[in-house]
């Protein structure tokens, strides 16, 4: 497992720290407009009401765009080639992770490939959502 | 047409230049575009720069301005820089203004760091997968363009072949000896799919400008460039947050006014300079700024016809891709422009008339748009 740079959550992001180091992708909705966004915001960034929820995405999504990654920095060095994605989840977020679970070759990667979710625990406060092709097991 | 721009200079050298510092690159470039202008310092009321503060760069270079502007937002911070000069003569808060850029891109010789807090929203969602430097992100969006057009990566290599065409005329450009499609996709890969030749130089340099209004313009030794119409805009700061991946909102917003405000057409460009950090940066530019539709820029490189001979002469000076890359090559761009318009360049073109340089900030982050004319009457 690479040495990654953890992140530091911050008031309006440890909702989603925290749901992950369950193992649940939270995320948010507004309640009057229905937008569900990310990244974490105390409120909607379409209509900028403060009624807005978390709730906790299905996990599943697509690959909306990605690269393969060459030219690590020092602490992936030993894992490149890797996956850099981008995934369109099912309730309309986007985020960035990395496909796991599926050589890094385009052909192994077709855009809008169906993913899902998969935990990495980097420590007793992070755990990072990755994404793997859906329907295969870890 | 309120403002000109009457000086413009780039450092004496531009490359590996581990002798100067990121802020004596803007003095230099400040100092040549001065005598450019055949003015002293002491004339100078506004100091606008990116990279370093403009408190700085004024001290250093000994003014104190009426009017600062440290409009920082990556590489297109100087067209947004000659925009808001524009606004501030025209609103009298200043009547000469200096607008400036160096950096030490290659040396690191008195650069900042390029880390991000792990605090941050990038240090959050985006760090922590691996990113590293702009070639793992402000490529992302490549695929996607890619999957809905059709566009190849033929087309793509295409942009850098183009591009080194030009390089080859201009004895100051860093990379200059020819190349082919097949150079390009043969070239080490750097984040799948983008070729080393398909990634911008990394240099040390600087360039500065001098802006004043447009009636004052023709009191200074060189022929004016008249700034018609310009824009800015900006959409996010990570790259996974950007709302379409085949299509720059801040493009788009930032060329929509510059346009209108110009009053003239696409076809009415005679010359272009877009900013291109990768081969992909101009191609989602040509598209934003309405030069082609959407999804038509690759069989539009690959025909060739942004390169010598071709009908859209496009980064005549080599670009960030051959002639130089300092991390933020806006200034460079704009450069080029006044050249062509005053018929200075090293690739001259005939009869340019009009020039458009569109910047690009961070990954698709902002945008600044300038459209100038040598025309004093249009």
Same mark, same amino acid.
């Given at each position: 497992m690479p040495k990654r740079p953890l992140p530091e959550s911050t008031p309006e992001t440890q909702e989603f720290w925290a749901g992950a180091r369950r193992g649940e992708l939270r995320i948010q909705r507004c309640k009057p407009c229905g937008n569900a966004y990310f990244?974490?915001?105390?409120?909607?960034?379409?209509?900028?009401?403060?009624?807005v929820e978390w709730f906790t995405a299905s996990g599943r999504g697509r690959l909306y765009s990605y690269v393969i990654n060459h030219r690590p920095p020092p602490n992936f060095k030993d894992y490149a080639p890797y996956v850099i994605a981008v995934v369109e989840l099912e309730e309309g977020p986007r985020m960035m992770t990395n496909i796991v679970g599926?050589?890094?070759?385009p052909e192994n990667l077709p855009v809008d490939l169906p993913v899902e979710v998969t935990w990495e625990q980097q420590d007793d406060i992070i755990t990072l959502p990755l994404f793997r092709p859906s329907g295969r097991s870890s | 047409m309120s403002a000109a721009i009457v000086g413009a200079a780039e450092t004496d050298e531009l490359g590996?230049?581990?002798?100067?510092?990121a802020i004596q690159l803007h003095a230099q470039a400040a100092l040549r575009a001065l005598a450019d202008a055949g003015i002293?310092?002491?004339?100078?009321?506004a100091v606008l720069c990116a990279g370093q503060s403009p408190v700085a760069v004024a001290e250093y270079l000994g003014i104190v301005p009426t009017y600062i502007d440290g409009?920082?937002?990556?590489?297109?911070s100087f067209m947004i820089h000659v925009r808001h000069a524009a606004a501030a003569i025209k609103a009298g808060l200043c009547n000469v203004a200096l607008i400036t850029h160096g950096q030490s891109?290659?040396?690191?010789?008195?650069e900042g760091g390029w880390g991000q807090s792990r605090q941050s929203m990038s240090g959050q969602?985006?760090?922590?997968?691996?990113v590293a430097g702009p070639a793992t992100r402000f490529t992302v969006p490549i695929l996607r363009h890619m999957h809905e057009y059709g566009t190849t990566h033929e087309q793509m290599a295409s942009v850098a072949v183009a591009t080194r065409r030009w390089a080859e005329k201009?004895?100051?450009?860093m990379m200059r000896d020819p190349i082919t499609i097949d150079d390009v996709l043969s070239s080490?890969?750097?984040a799948y799919p983008v070729h080393l030749l398909e990634c911008c130089l990394v240099t040390d340099g600087g360039g500065a400008l001098v802006v004043v209004s447009a009636e004052r313009a023709?009191?200074?030794?060189k022929k004016p460039v008249y700034l018609l119409g310009s824009g800015e805009s900006s959409e996010h700061s990570?790259?996974?947050?950007?709302?379409?991946?085949?299509?720059?909102r801040a493009f788009k917003v930032s060329g929509q006014s510059a346009f209108a405000e110009a009053?003239?057409?696409?076809?009415?460009?005679d010359h272009a300079m877009f900013y291109d950090a990768f081969a992909h940066t101009p191609m989602f530019a040509l598209e934003a700024l309405g030069f082609?539709?959407?999804?038509?820029?690759g069989p539009f490189f690959e025909e060739m016809? @942004?390169?010598? /001979? $071709?009908?859209f002469p496009l980064n @005549?000076?080599? /670009? $960030?891709?051959?002639y130089t890359h300092t991390g933020m090559y806006g200034m460079f761009a704009i450069q080029e422009s006044v050249r062509q318009l005053r018929g200075e360049a090293a690739a001259q073109l005939p009869d340019v008339r009009t020039s458009i340089a569109h910047g690009v900030g961070g990954m698709f982050s902002a945008a600044g748009t300038l459209i100038l004319t040598n025309d004093a009457g249009a």
């Open positions: 990244f974490p915001r105390p409120f909607c960034p379409r209509c900028s009401s403060d009624d599926v050589e890094p070759a | 590996v230049l581990p002798h100067l510092s002293s310092k002491d004339d100078v009321d409009t920082g937002v990556g590489g297109c891109g290659r040396s690191r010789v008195g969602f985006e760090e922590p997968y691996g201009n004895p100051r450009a080490r890969m750097i023709k009191d200074f030794p990570m790259i996974s947050m950007m709302h379409d991946f085949t299509e720059s009053g003239i057409e696409r076809k009415d460009i082609v539709g959407k999804g038509e820029s016809r @942004t390169a010598p /001979g $071709g009908d @005549t000076n080599g /670009g $960030g891709l051959s």
